[in-house]
């Protein structure tokens, strides 16, 4: 059974850093994509950033420039975050995508205030 857990939340000052990642257990056989995602309060649940197994990333209008996703090793992604800004505070979810299914983790909250 696959789980993906997260780490590194917490709070920032705007304009600080934090740095998330998420490792996954199980059979990653059939993984395909790893992705962060991201709910504020009354909001949507909307995509961060993603990363395919073959590098490729995808980013957030709203986080290009600032965010970088990497694949650190077959298990792991992190999101590096730069310049947070106070509307960057939300529950931060991992995803991983696989071929016939996709699994989440539980969240890390980050919260950006002075």
């Known amino acids: 059974q696959v789980q993906l857990v997260e780490s590194g939340g917490g709070s920032a000052q705007p304009g600080g850093s934090l740095r998330l990642s998420c490792s996954v257990s199980g059979s990653i056989f059939s993984l395909r994509a790893m992705g962060w995602y991201r709910q504020a309060p009354g909001k949507q649940r909307e995509l961060v950033a993603s990363?395919?197994?073959?590098?490729?990333t995808n980013y957030a209008d709203s986080v290009k420039g600032r965010f970088t996703i990497a694949r650190d090793n077959t298990r792991q992604v992190s999101l590096q975050m730069n310049n947070l800004k106070p509307e960057d505070s939300a529950v931060y979810y991992c995803k991983a995508n696989f071929i016939a299914r996709e699994s989440w983790g539980q969240g890390t909250q980050v919260t950006v205030s002075s």
């Open positions: 990363i395919t197994i073959g590098g490729m």
